[in-house]
């Protein structure tokens, strides 16, 4: 069939069948506007079933399947938007409270931190004990990182984008996670780690040298 005899037959059914198409348009769709958008989705599909037709059928039984079919899969579409306006997507909200919760870790981790007490009465040597113990606190946490910080938040996005990816039927939610989000925070707990080695354990180890030289002297 050549495009102009697809033309003259589409010409000719919307002429002839326009009143069986949008009897089908209006028991599908309530709204003016939803009405529009099926009739627009209904003369597509119609006019790409034209070389597909045989004559094997009446043109209106073919022209009623093709356009019951298009509001069938309207309808469908139309819910699941719909459900996915109404509902919120828990998959955010899981990222988000991951990440909540490692704030709220850190801020309680830090205020009570900071009411730690020491018990020597020099002044000096309470101020050197007292950064001693800050240091090996954030030793701790660099070392831990992966399991307070960036293992909660990795499993929350993981299960997000593989949500996203089961409702988008597209599996480059997950490409996106294994190529950028997991070497990402492979390359934080490396970060994390040289932090320790270069910064934080040379401080231990002067305080530490400190402190030992202040009790020699008292």
């Not at 009739?39 to 599909?45: E, G, K, N, P």
């Not at 399947?65 to 469908?76: C, E, K, M, P, Q």
Request: overall charge positive; hydrophobic content about 45%.
């Amino acid at each position: 069939m050549t495009a102009q005899d697809q033309e003259a037959t589409f010409r000719r059914w919307v002429d002839e069948h326009i009143g069986l198409m949008l009897k089908v348009v209006r028991g599908c769709a309530a709204s003016p506007q939803d009405q529009d958008d099926l009739f627009q989705d209904v003369l597509l599909q119609i006019w790409s079933s034209i070389p597909a037709y045989r004559g094997e059928a009446k043109e209106t039984t073919w022209i009623y399947r093709v356009a019951f079919n298009t509001a069938l899969a309207w309808r469908r579409g139309e819910r699941r938007r719909r459900e996915g306006h109404e509902r919120p997507n828990w998959d955010f909200l899981l990222v988000a409270f991951s990440c909540a919760g490692v704030g709220i870790f850190r801020l309680v981790n830090r205020i009570v931190q900071r009411r730690k007490q020491t018990t020597a009465n020099d002044p000096l040597k309470a101020c050197i004990e007292a950064s001693l113990n800050e240091v090996n606190h954030d030793i701790w946490l660099q070392w831990n990182i992966f399991w307070w910080g960036l293992l909660p938040l990795t499993t929350a996005l993981a299960v997000s984008f593989g949500y996203g990816s089961l409702r988008a039927h597209n599996p480059l939610f997950l490409a996106f996670l294994v190529l950028f989000v997991i070497p990402l925070d492979w390359a934080g707990y490396r970060l994390s780690q040289f932090t320790v080695r270069k910064g934080l354990e040379p401080r231990r180890q002067e305080l530490q040298t400190l402190l030992a030289s202040l009790i020699e002297n008292s």
